[in-house]
């Protein structure tokens, strides 16, 4: 009776740690969100550099807080392109409300999710970027999970995000620890980790470990993670996702000024 009692004090214990995060978010006033999905903006940040002005080509990465409470847990992650010499961005990713869930469509790279503002992962511009734009293509194109959608543990909006990162040589760039969905493999144990170098082990999304160059090192329990990542100087909490000093993913001259 003892040790069932300790093994279940250390297991809320566990849990309470892990939702102290999210916990945290939900009373903050920093994350109220519109009051309805309708009229919440979607308007461009003034973040990605505008086509007439940088006629090169451009890859971002973005990242913003998902919508309503489910923004205390976890961020929406997508790509956007944009070749040498294009009027506009194609912007690719994974929403849950339609049949086939992969979009890509010419859209603003940075306008708002729902009205949370969005966040530069990584930048990548000129010959680099015109390089890796084809294979980007090719990736969005053999998604798996093109007509299945799974909030929780995955595959979802960041397992997509995750999965074209790992097909395409080159584009390494580690998502945040709050990136849900990203750990979730399919059928696959092992895998190398979205930021080029390291590997992750998970099952299913529910539990696993990762460690990496760019990302550090990650515990996923249920979906949430926490650790810690040297390369950027930074800690991992639970919903909070990483609060580090440096960027790790590759960044323009131009981006990197205005962080």
Do not use: C
């Not at 009692?5 to 297991?11: P, Q, V």
Request: charged letters at 15%; zero cysteines; a neutral charge.
């Amino acid at each position: 009776m003892k040790r069932t009692l300790k093994y279940t004090a250390w297991f809320l214990g566990a849990l309470l740690m892990l939702l102290t995060g999210p916990l945290l978010l939900a009373t903050s006033s920093s994350l109220q969100g519109a009051e309805s999905w309708r009229t919440a903006t979607r308007a461009s940040a003034g973040i990605a550099p505008r086509p007439e002005q940088h006629p090169e080509a451009v890859v971002q990465i973005y990242g913003a807080r998902a919508w309503s409470w489910r923004g205390y847990f976890a961020v929406h992650t997508w790509i956007a392109t944009k070749e040498a010499g294009a009027e506009q961005y194609r912007v690719h990713e994974v929403t849950g409300w339609r049949r086939y869930v992969v979009s890509s469509r010419l859209s603003e790279p940075d306008r708002h999710w729902y009205g949370a503002k969005p966040e530069l992962y990584a930048d990548i511009r000129g010959a680099e970027a015109q390089a890796l734009i084809p294979t980007i293509y090719q990736a969005v194109d053999a998604y798996p999970y093109v007509t299945e959608y799974e909030a929780w543990p995955g595959p979802n909006s960041n397992t997509f995000t995750a999965w074209v990162i790992r097909e395409v040589p080159g584009l390494d760039v580690a998502l945040p620890s709050n990136a849900i969905g990203k750990d979730y493999l399919g059928n696959r144990v092992v895998a190398e980790v979205p930021g080029g170098s390291g590997y992750q082990l998970s099952m299913g999304g529910y539990l696993g470990i990762l460690a990496g160059v760019r990302e550090g090192l990650e515990l996923n329990i249920l979906g949430l993670s926490l650790g810690v990542n040297p390369m950027a100087l930074g800690i991992k909490l639970p919903g909070i996702g990483e609060l580090a000093l440096r960027n790790p993913n590759p960044m323009s001259e131009a981006a990197s000024a205005g962080r």
